[in-house]
């Protein structure tokens, strides 16, 4: 179910609304704000007709995230998400409607514990997975020693590399929960958006919500991101780093997944992360201390295979960028003699099913949203190059003889001639020509835009070299991956011993 809050206060009340109520005399009624009427005291006859049609006509240029009067089609606006929401309609919540639109399952928001049952529909709900503990269970917000609060928006930024103060994003931290060598400076710096030694954040929208990092001291002076929240906790309560760790635990991804729905854009907002409930005893037994140490030896085990990945990927693209050098061929893309390029079709929420056979792409090339009972291809002898049409610019390979099921959002590219293309090696230059025309959110990548590409390759047996090597290559990544699942085991291991 969809559910719309309406912002509080006067002025976001009348953004949301796109219109304020005048009571002043001869002027009353529902204006506009972004309509100004041109009466005056010497106006005769028909003047106020014609301010009276001025305000109707204003409806055509209403600002408001409700709907679009000239395009109600409009995926960005609140009336198209209820609308496809009802047909069953994939759809996105945009960042900027995520602090007041959300998804929530409507048996989530019915009561069914009460004796005598109550048809009263909730609209504040949070879906909460427990830990399984002999330690009380305590809600994040009860152990706070101030509010969370949102971080400074970009207006913070600046370009000087010699400023005092980083400003930490989203995109700034690593998948292992460091901080990657990306920076972002902070020109202008208040007190409540600097970070403390201890500070906890939680990415609060798109595919990273509810994406968690741990700020220390040794990162230097930092200030973070207005999509990220900002807890501090209690120290005489609990240790913060031992609250991280729960955040690492298998209980808290899965409470995220089930949080943020199933939503392509979904969102966490500090109200649900402050009700995510940990076990936490007593400080002075030692245990948070004792459970914190253990789990600091497999977190390095962690580290260590996290930059063994990134060394191989930077192998990879001096693999690449070599091949790339000896480029002399040049192919189009609309060569039909070369290449199928199609397109997926839109998928319904009610084709979403657990035990489908066709993982579901979208705008996400790397990861399946779903998994349907069908596809809208049926041949899968030939590998795929698929990209994101809607999203970021993003392409992946697949693999032949790998059943999948691209939504509309999801280009798909079969090589025709594998004596000319290697479709593995294709992914790379590809990925290179959609950087310099700039494909993105804003610059979509259609199916056309990608027709009209042209593309360097160098010579068959270079390409079929290339891609053998980029085989081993992911066949060690995936070693690496598999190393870094154990590590969750073992942490999740060591939970379990202290706190069951």
Known sequence: ????????????????????????????????????????????????????????????????????????????????????????????????LNEIVSMTPLVNMIDFTRTSFNLAIKTN????????????????????????????????????????????????????????????????????????????????????????????????????AGYLIRFKFNLEKVMPLYVYEMLSSITYKNWVINTRGGS??????????????????????????????????????????????????????????????????????????????????????SEIVKDGVYDVFSANVFEPFGKTHHSVLSDFSKPSVLWGIDGDWMVNYRDAEKPFNPTDHCGVIRVLDETVVNPKYLVYPLLKAGETERFSRSNRASTERVKALSIMLPDIETQNEVAQRLIDMGAEIAKLKSKMQQCVMKKQEILDKYLK
Request: aromatic share 10%; net charge negative.
């Open 1 to 96: 179910m969809v559910i719309v809050k309406s912002p509080s206060g006067t002025t976001n009340i009348k953004r949301f609304l796109g219109y304020e109520w005048s009571d002043s005399k001869g002027n009353e009624g529902i204006k506009y704000l972004n309509v100004a009427t041109q009466s005056s005291s010497d106006d005769e006859g028909n003047g106020e007709d014609d301010d009276t049609m001025q305000q109707i006509d204003g409806i055509k240029g209403i600002q408001t995230p409700l709907f679009n009067p000239l395009n109600l089609e409009d995926s960005a606006k609140i009336n198209s998400i209820i609308r496809k929401n009802f047909t069953n309609d994939c759809f996105v919540i945009p960042d900027d």
């Open 125 to 224: 709900v949070s879906i909460i997975e427990d830990f399984q503990s002999k330690y009380p269970l305590y809600k994040l917000g009860s152990l706070v020693s101030e509010e969370p609060q949102y971080g400074a928006n970009e207006s913070a930024v600046n370009g000087n590399p010699d400023a005092d103060y980083r400003y930490v994003r989203i995109t700034d931290i690593t998948d292992d929960g460091r901080l990657n060598n990306e920076w972002k400076t902070a020109e202008r710096v208040e007190e409540r958006y600097i970070l403390k030694e201890g500070d906890i954040l939680f990415a609060r929208s798109g595919a990273t919500a509810g994406k968690v990092f741990y700020y220390k001291q040794e990162y230097g002076k930092a200030l973070y």
């Open 264 to 349: 392509a854009q979904p969102n966490i907002n500090a109200q649900q992360f402050a009700s995510f409930k940990i076990p936490v005893p007593a400080i002075e037994s030692g245990v948070q201390q004792n459970l914190v140490n253990e789990c600091l030896a497999i977190n390095s085990e962690y580290h260590e295979s996290f930059e063994s990945i990134g060394k191989i990927k930077e192998n990879i693209e001096r693999l690449m960028s070599a091949a790339q050098a000896r480029a002399n061929n040049q192919v189009r893309l609309n060569d039909n003699n070369l290449f199928d390029i199609s397109i997926g079709r839109r998928v319904l929420k």
